[in-house]
């Protein structure tokens, strides 16, 4: 694995880990999913699923900065590993819900 998806790999997990301690949000699939086949395919996927229930978890939660879709649209030293599909994708699922990113 790459140093900068190893660097992804664990910012997925420290979503996980902030959504729980910040917001008890405790989202075991997202976390059994980015064990098993690692932060960038999990991301890949995520990102490309119209089922976004964790996403509007966050949503609801009033935590989307914690979202996969974050990550993917607006930490650019990621975007390397995502093409501007999947980049777009994220942005429009943000969009949808009028997410402004302050980062």
Same mark, same amino acid.
């Given at each position: 694995m790459r140093a900068i998806e190893l660097k992804f790999h664990r910012a997925m997990l420290n979503t996980y880990e902030r959504a729980k301690e910040d917001h008890g949000y405790q989202a075991t699939y997202f976390k059994r999913m980015v064990v098993e086949k690692g932060g960038l395919q999990a991301? /890949? +996927? @995520?990102?490309?699923?119209?089922?976004?229930?964790?996403? /509007? +978890? @966050?949503?609801m939660r009033g935590c989307l900065h914690l979202s996969v879709e974050v990550l993917v649209a607006y930490h650019e030293e990621f975007h390397e590993l995502f093409t501007d599909e999947e980049i777009g994708m994220a942005k429009a699922k943000l969009d949808a819900l009028s997410y402004v990113h302050e980062g």
């Open positions: 991301a /890949k +996927e @995520l990102v490309a699923s119209e089922s976004a229930s964790g996403f /509007k +978890e @966050l949503y």
